[in-house]
């Protein structure tokens, strides 16, 4: 684990931080690897070839190279033996006048996480997250790539781990910025991290960039109640949206809201129609919201650009216990769910929505052992959500996160899975330092 320690101010501060502690995580039993220790003190390698610094006289196995670089005779001689590679002697006189745009540049490609133990470099690194020059570099690299960011309280104390996918770590991320209210983890979108929770009586939601620790309340809808939430962000527009649908406990029917960062306001919109709902899950694909239910049965769709809902008649799958609604890249819509009256015929199934022919396909099945180590009993609960074609099974009594890709087809276990706590909250999460929360 890699802990990120000391969090700012409240609202604006930057993380003032360094890494900490380093420790290996334990990993689950699929996850054992085999690692080969190159120059180890506890092995000796008596073959001459593995021998550093060793000397081969054999003809058949040595050539003479002549070159001539820059007019100057030059002979080095080639072995098939492990060349010896020198330490490379930098020059502090050579790098400390790097020019500028060339360092923001460099450093803009170091993964997100590992940026914070640059800045006890020096003066100049500990001020890069408030250097434009940096930011603008940085949002023009590709993305870090996706993580899985998991939220908790801790005796009223925000807890927050992030797991990066592509480094295959777990890093601590102080959340303490956070007011007490904010219990409920909305979602994440373009680096961007949304809350909701009631402050006394009053319903509130906020925005805040875990790297920069900075964080801000929207203002109050006109029909302030406890609302299903979902943001989404437009990076090339550099603004975000939040969508507020109906009453979250479906007691009553409210207008439509949707707050643009851009105006700081909420408008008001069509009243989605009474329905019942299978889940207060949703997801938002191609500028569309999507929601199960089930009288009608189908899928609800509200399309942001106009406003309007519209009900789809797509019918669910027969034997489906629970159903989770996934969005996928390019306009893929997945549904992911269980079938089977019974333990013992269980299954875990995933499905895409074919828009032409309005039904559900089948496209992927968890194989049985992941399924089993998932879910041991037939009644457990279990989370599911999606990014870029990519989807992630949660277990809260397991204490377990496996991953499916959906274009290499390849299922994974989460090494490490930090999803101790019960009342755990999951999502996945691109670490941005240039996500903006006005």
Not at 31 to 42: A, K, N, P
Not at 324 to 353: D, P
């Amino acid at each position: 684990m890699v802990e990120i320690a000391e969090s700012s101010e409240s609202g604006s501060g930057l993380l003032n931080s360094t890494v900490v502690k380093i420790g290996s995580l334990p990993e689950d039993d699929s996850f054992h690897r085999q690692v080969s220790s190159f120059g180890s003190s506890g092995s000796r390698n008596t073959s001459p070839l593995g021998r550093i610094g060793s000397r081969n006289t054999s003809p058949s196995r040595q050539k003479v190279v002549k070159t001539k670089p820059r007019g100057l005779d030059e002979e080095t001689v080639t072995t098939f033996a492990k060349a010896v590679q020198p330490d490379v002697q930098m020059e502090d006189s050579i790098w400390a006048m790097l020019p500028e745009d060339l360092l923001n540049e460099i450093l803009a490609r170091v993964p997100p996480f590992m940026i914070f133990r640059l800045r006890s470099v020096c003066k100049r690194w500990n001020s890069i997250l408030q250097d434009h020059s940096f930011l603008k570099f940085h949002s023009q690299v590709p993305s870090h790539g996706p993580c899985l960011l998991t939220f908790w309280k801790n005796s009223q104390t925000p807890q927050c781990s992030v797991f990066s996918l592509p480094l295959k770590q777990w890093f601590r991320i102080p959340f303490t910025f956070l007011p007490q209210w904010a219990f409920w983890l909305v979602g994440s979108s373009g680096g961007l991290v949304c809350f909701s929770g009631l402050d006394g009586l009053t319903f509130k939601t906020l925005v805040c960039n875990p790297l920069t620790q900075t964080w801000r309340t929207l203002p109050s809808m006109h029909y302030n109640q406890q609302r299903q939430l979902i943001m989404v962000v437009d990076r090339k527009d550099r603004s975000f949206k939040v969508i507020a649908t109906s009453d979250i406990y479906g007691d009553k029917s409210l207008p439509t809201e949707v707050y643009n960062s851009k105006i700081d306001k909420w408008s008001l919109h069509q009243t989605m129609p009474a329905v019942n709902l299978c889940s207060s899950k949703m997801a938002f694909c191609d500028s569309r919201l999507y929601l199960e239910t089930l009288s009608p049965l189908g899928l609800m769709m509200y399309r942001l650009d106009t406003g309007q809902w519209e009900h789809i008649p797509a019918k669910f799958p027969r034997s489906l216990l629970d159903g989770y609604l996934v969005a996928g890249t390019h306009k893929r819509l997945f549904l992911v769910g269980r079938i089977g009256l019974y333990s013992t015929l269980q299954s875990m199934r995933i499905w895409e929505l074919d828009h032409t022919k309005v039904v559900w396909v089948e496209i992927s099945r968890m194989p049985p052992r992941y399924f089993r180590a998932l879910l041991r009993l037939s009644a457990e609960r279990f989370e599911c959500f999606g990014q870029d074609n990519l989807i992630c099974f949660t277990s809260w009594n397991q204490g377990k996160g496996l991953l499916y890709d959906v274009d290499k087809k390849v299922w994974s276990w989460i090494a490490g899975c930090a999803l101790q706590s019960y009342n755990s909250q999951v999502c996945f999460y691109e670490p941005r330092f240039d996500a903006s929360i006005y």
